[in-house]
C-alpha cells in the first residue's frame, strides 16, 4: 500500500483517474507508440507534467505564504480586511476550477485549456510582482495592481486544476493500471514537495533581502511567477508526446440540468393529477435517460453529507491567515533556527507527508485490532474533533500573547517617559490643570526608566506644564500631547542650560514580527548609519530623530556610521522578535561616539514553538477529513458522477472560505474570541454530521458497479427505492 496514494489533504482536487471511468475514448493517438522512460511502462509525457506540478505548486503556495503579510505591511490593510481579501481571493480559487472543467470538456480539451489558462496564470503574477514595486504609483496603483493580479492568478490556478492531475492519467494505457497508480502517488509528492519548499523559501525572499529600503515583496511575488514561467514552457516542451482526448461534454452540466428540470417539473406538477413518482428525480424521466437520473440519485446522497463540510474548511484555511498574523507577535528564535512568521506554514505539508504512513501503518491498524469498528464517516467526524481541539489551543495561546503584550492607551490616555540625556541628575515634575504634581520624579543621567506611566486626559488633546531643576538651575516648559499615544520626554543638555522636547512614539511600528529601531543623534552634524544589506541612511545632528527601520534579529556588534570627519562603530547588541528600540548616538567619553540602548517596545516573549501543538492538531485532523472524505464520496457514488463529486467537494472549500471573509469582516470579536466561536461552531457541526451518519447506509462499491451494469428499468427503480427507504435522512 503507497501512503501517499491516499493523500489529497493539501490540494484535495488532484485525484486518481478512476479505472472505471477509463474506458476508451477517441483521442489524437500517435501513430507509433509514446516513449518509455527508460524502458518502463511509463510514458516519457508524464515526467513533464510532474515537473509542471512542482513548478506551479512552488509558484502558488510561495505566493500565498506571504500574501497577507503584504496586505497588512505594504498596501496597509487592517487585520480584518487582510484575513477577508486572503480567503476571498482563496474562495475564488476553488469556485474557478468548474469554470476551467467546463472549458475543458466542453469545448478546448484539457491540453489547451492548461496551456491558455497558465499563460493567464502567468500574467497574473507578472501584474502582482509589479504591484509590489514601492517606486510603481502609489497606494491606489498597488492596490489595483494587486487585485488584479490576484483575480488573473485565482482564474489560472483554479482553470487549470481539474485539467493536469487527469490528462496525465490520460497518458496511460488501459492495460498499465499499476503504473497509472504510482503515477499519482509520484503526483502528489511533487505538490507537497512545491509546498514545502516555497513556504520555506519565499518568506526568506521577503524578510532576508531588503529592496527599495524595506521588504523585497517585488522579489517574493517574483520568483514564484518566474516558476510558472518554467511551469508553462516544460508543460509545452512534451506537446508532442501527449496522448491528447478531445472534449467529450461536461457531466456537471448535465448533473445540474438533470436536477433542474427534475425540480422545475415537480413544481409544475405538485397540483394536478399526474401520479405521485416514487423519488422526486423521476420527474426527469421524460428528458432525460434513466440511467443517467439513477446516477444522480446516488449523487444526492453522498451531496447530502457535503452540507456541514465548508465548517471544517473555514478553520483549516486560516493558517495562512489568522495564524500568520498570530505568529508575527511571537518569538521566532528557536536557537538553532531563526523562522519568519510565515515560514510556520512550512509545518502543514511536513505533517501531512509524516502522518499519512503514521496513520495508515500505525493508528488505524491498531484500532482495528482493538476490534473497533472505524468507518470512514468517524474518523472524519474525529478530523473536526481534532481541528476544534486545534482552535482551542490557538485560543489560549492568543490569550497568552495578549497577557504578554504591552498595555496601549485609551480614550483620553497617553503614555509617557522620561529620558535624561543631560550630565548630571534632573529633578521632573508634571503639573496637572489645577498645578497638582502628577509626576515628581529625580532622573539620573542616562538612567533606563522600567516603563512607560499612562496619564489621563479629560480632553483628547492637552498641554503639560513642565518643570525641571538641574543643578541650580530651574527651567519651566509647555509641551502638547494627543490621546491614545506614546510620547518620550528628552532632556538636553545644551552647554550649561538643559531644555527638553517631546518625542512622539509610533505605536505599530514593528514590521511582521521583524524588530525596528530608530536613532536620536545628539552630536553636532550629521551621521550616516548602514544598516546590514539596507540602504545606508542619515540622522541629522543636534538631537535629530530618525524614522523607524526595520531589520533582521540578531546581534548587531559593530554599526557602520560616518560623519564628514571621522568614521565609527556602534555597538547595538541583541535586537530582538517585535521590539522596537530608541538609540541615542552620544559622544560623552574619551573612546568615541557610542550607542547609549533603550527600549520602546519590549521584545515578543512568547516562542514561536507554541504553535507547533495547534499545527500537529489540525494537520491531523486535515489526514482523517480530507483523505477519508473523498476516499469515502468516491466509494459512494458512481463512475461516471466522480467529476461532480471532485466539483462539489471544491465547492465546500470556496464556501469554508467565504465564511472566514463574512466573520473576520462582521464579527467585531476579540481575536481569541473568534477563536473559540469556530471551535464552537465546528464542534456543533461535527455533532449534526455525526447524527446524518450515524442513519446513513453506505454503499458498497461492488453493489455500485453492479447497479451501473444492470439497464431494465424495472430492476434500477427496486434497487434505487430500496436504497432510499434505508437512508432515513
Not at 504 to 513: H, P, R
Not at 714 to 719: E, F, K, L, S
Request: proline letters at 5%; one cysteine or more; hydrophobic letters at 45%.
Amino acid at each position: 500500500m503507497n501512503p501517499f496514494r491516499k493523500n489529497e489533504s493539501k490540494e484535495s482536487f488532484f485525484l486518481p483517474v478512476s479505472t472505471e471511468e477509463a474506458s476508451p475514448r477517441p483521442s489524437s493517438l500517435p501513430k507509433k507508440p509514446p516513449p518509455k522512460i527508460c524502458g518502463s511502462n511509463y510514458p516519457l509525457s508524464i515526467a513533464f507534467i510532474v515537473v509542471n506540478e512542482f513548478c506551479e505548486r512552488f509558484s502558488y503556495y510561495g505566493m500565498k505564504a506571504v500574501l497577507t503579510l503584504y496586505f497588512l505591511y505594504f498596501l496597509h490593510w487592517s487585520e480584518d480586511t487582510s484575513t477577508s481579501v486572503y480567503h476571498a481571493f482563496s474562495s475564488l480559487c476553488y469556485f474557478t476550477p468548474i469554470l476551467g472543467a467546463a472549458i475543458a470538456d466542453s469545448w478546448l480539451g484539457k491540453f489547451k485549456t492548461i496551456i491558455y489558462l497558465s499563460s493567464v496564470y502567468v500574467l497574473g503574477h507578472v501584474i502582482k510582482s509589479l504591484g509590489a514595486l514601492p517606486v510603481l504609483g502609489g497606494h491606489m496603483v498597488h492596490t489595483v495592481l494587486s487585485l488584479v493580479g490576484l483575480s488573473l492568478i485565482a482564474l489560472g490556478t483554479g482553470g487549470i486544476k481539474p485539467c493536469v492531475a487527469a490528462f496525465g492519467g490520460d497518458q496511460f494505457e488501459q492495460k498499465h493500471e499499476e503504473e497509472r497508480a504510482r503515477y499519482f502517488s509520484v503526483f502528489y509528492l511533487s505538490i507537497n514537495a512545491g509546498s514545502l519548499i516555497s513556504t520555506f523559501i519565499t518568506p526568506m525572499l521577503r524578510g532576508d533581502v531588503q529592496c527599495f529600503g524595506g521588504d523585497c515583496y517585488a522579489l517574493a511575488f517574483g520568483v514564484p511567477g518566474l516558476l510558472m514561467v518554467i511551469a508553462l514552457v516544460v508543460f509545452a516542451m512534451g506537446s508532442k508526446m501527449y496522448k491528447k482526448i478531445p472534449p467529450e461534454g461536461n457531466i456537471v452540466s448535465q448533473v445540474v440540468k438533470c436536477i433542474w428540470f427534475a425540480a422545475s417539473n415537480r413544481i409544475k406538477n405538485c397540483s394536478g393529477n399526474k401520479a405521485k413518482r416514487e423519488h422526486w428525480l423521476d420527474w426527469a424521466a421524460e428528458k432525460y435517460p434513466k440511467q443517467l437520473i439513477m446516477d444522480v440519485k446516488a449523487l444526492t446522497r453522498v451531496l447530502f453529507l457535503y452540507i456541514p463540510l465548508p465548517m471544517f474548511w473555514a478553520l483549516l484555511d486560516q493558517q495562512g491567515s489568522r495564524w500568520t498574523l498570530q505568529a508575527t507577535r511571537m518569538n521566532g528564535n528557536l536557537d538553532f533556527i531563526v523562522l519568519q512568521p510565515e515560514q510556520m506554514q512550512v509545518l502543514n505539508p511536513l505533517l501531512v507527508l509524516i502522518f499519512i504512513p503514521l496513520f495508515d501503518f500505525v493508528i488505524y491498524r491498531l484500532v482495528s485490532k482493538c476490534g473497533i469498528n472505524f468507518s470512514s464517516l468517524k474518523k472524519m467526524a474525529v478530523g473536526m474533533i481534532l481541528a476544534c481541539l486545534a482552535f482551542a489551543v490557538v485560543a489560549v495561546v492568543e490569550i497568552k500573547i495578549n497577557e504578554m503584550a504591552p498595555p496601549k492607551p485609551g480614550s483620553q490616555e497617553i503614555f509617557l517617559r522620561v529620558l535624561n540625556l543631560a550630565d548630571d541628575e534632573v529633578k521632573v515634575t508634571m503639573l496637572g490643570d489645577e498645578n497638582n504634581s502628577l509626576l515628581a520624579e529625580s532622573i539620573k543621567s542616562f538612567q533606563k526608566m522600567p516603563q512607560y506611566s499612562k496619564f489621563h486626559l479629560k480632553t483628547k488633546s492637552k498641554d503639560f506644564h513642565f518643570d525641571l531643576k538641574y543643578h541650580n538651575l530651574s527651567v519651566h516648559t509647555v509641551h502638547s500631547v494627543k490621546e491614545k499615544s506614546w510620547y518620550s520626554l528628552v532632556i538636553r543638555e545644551d552647554g550649561k542650560n538643559i531644555s527638553s522636547m517631546m518625542v512622539k512614539d509610533v505605536e505599530n511600528i514593528t514590521n511582521n514580527g521583524m524588530p525596528a529601531v530608530r536613532f536620536l543623534n545628539t552630536l553636532h552634524k550629521e551621521v550616516n548609519i548602514s544598516l546590514g544589506t539596507d540602504i545606508p541612511f542619515s540622522v541629522d545632528g543636534d538631537y535629530s530623530v530618525s524614522a523607524y527601520r526595520t531589520l533582521q534579529t540578531g546581534q548587531y556588534p559593530a554599526v557602520q556610521c560616518k560623519t564628514k570627519d571621522d568614521d565609527f562603530l556602534l555597538n547595538l547588541g541583541l535586537v530582538d522578535f517585535g521590539a522596537a528600540y530608541l538609540f541615542v548616538i552620544t559622544n560623552s567619553t574619551n573612546h568615541g561616539p557610542q550607542a547609549w540602548k533603550t527600549e520602546d517596545i519590549p521584545a515578543n516573549k512568547i516562542s514561536i514553538a507554541w504553535q507547533l501543538p495547534q499545527y500537529a492538531l489540525v494537520t491531523a485532523g486535515e489526514v482523517m477529513f480530507s483523505v477519508t472524505g473523498l476516499e469515502f464520496s468516491y466509494s459512494q457514488a458512481p463512475s461516471s458522477m466522480k467529476s461532480v463529486l471532485q466539483a462539489a467537494w471544491l465547492l465546500t472549500i470556496g464556501v469554508g472560505n467565504f465564511i472566514v471573509l463574512a466573520v473576520a469582516q462582521f464579527s467585531g470579536l476579540a481575536q481569541w474570541a473568534e477563536f473559540i466561536m469556530f471551535s464552537c461552531l465546528l464542534l456543533v457541526v461535527c455533532l449534526v454530521f455525526s447524527i446524518m451518519a450515524h442513519y446513513y447506509v453506505p454503499v458498497k462499491p461492488e453493489d455500485i458497479q453492479e447497479l451501473a451494469d444492470k439497464k431494465t428499468p424495472h430492476i434500477q427503480r427496486n434497487v434505487i427505492n430500496q436504497k432510499t427507504k434505508n437512508t432515513k435522512l
